[in-house]
Nanobody, 120 residues
Framework: QVQLVESGGGLVQAGGSLRLSCAAS????????MGWYRQAPGKQRELVAT???????NYADSVKGRFTISRDNAKNTVYLQMNGLKPEDTAVYYC??????????????WGQGTQVTVSS
């Protein structure tokens, strides 16, 4: 069983910053890709950013230049530094990790989500 626990969401004014964290726990052999997704009310879940085990990154066009994804492999943790926040960034942010486990093989795990609200 793999658990992803997110933290760092909250309410911020436009132009402000937040840093999200997501820690994976369980019997983990290896974590491959990690990433952040978001879902705004009435919209589909969308990719925000991903980071491979080797550190290569991918960003949605809407967040390029404002958000930075990073990871600490020793801590099984992924971060999302969000600067220059806009009201349209308001959403529930979900952490995702592709995890190789002892018992279940490779699993696609999701966190419970953390709310980010940006006021104008």
């Amino acid at each position: 069983q793999v658990q992803l626990v997110e933290s760092g969401g909250g309410l911020v004014q436009a132009g402000g910053s937040l840093r999200l964290s997501c820690a994976a726990s369980g019997i983990i052999l290896r974590i491959n890709a990690m990433g952040w997704y978001r879902q705004a009310p009435g919209k589909q879940r969308e990719l925000v950013a991903t980071i491979a085990a080797g550190g290569s990154t991918n960003y949605a066009d809407s967040v390029k230049g404002r958000f930075t994804i990073s990871r600490d492999n020793a801590k099984n943790t992924v971060y999302l530094q969000m600067n220059g926040l806009k009201p349209e960034d308001t959403a529930v942010y979900y952490c995702n990790a592709v995890v190789r486990t002892v018992v279940a093989g490779t699993v696609d795990s999701w966190g419970q989500g953390t709310q980010v609200t940006v006021s104008s």
